[in-house]
């Protein structure tokens, strides 16, 4: 199975520690359901896409805003943009 090669706590949030890692070096099932815990605790979920394809994103300065265009047509408009593979 997948673990870490650095210490968990790298992994934990600083605004939400994990006093209760079960070893110095997690593994992935421990680190995601973590950030699963996280997520759910502060209700982010709602905002999060997954398995999504962005075909291209652009900083709109005037608006302030992220203007991401994904693959079926769909744009989205959005303060905040996170990608991840």
């Not at 905002?47 to 900083?59: I, L, S």
């Not at 302030?64 to 996170?82: D, F, M, P, Q, S």
């Amino acid at each position: 199975g997948l673990a870490v090669d650095v210490p968990t706590t790298t992994y934990s949030y600083y605004f939400e520690p994990n006093p209760n890692w079960s070893r110095l070096y997690s593994t992935g099932d421990e680190i995601k359901q973590y950030a699963d815990d996280v997520a759910d605790k502060y209700g982010v979920r709602r905002h999060m896409r997954f398995n999504t394809a962005v075909e291209g994103a652009r900083w709109d300065e005037d608006a302030k805003l992220w203007r991401v265009n994904l693959a079926g047509g769909e744009t989205l408009i959005t303060r905040y943009l996170i990608t991840a593979t």
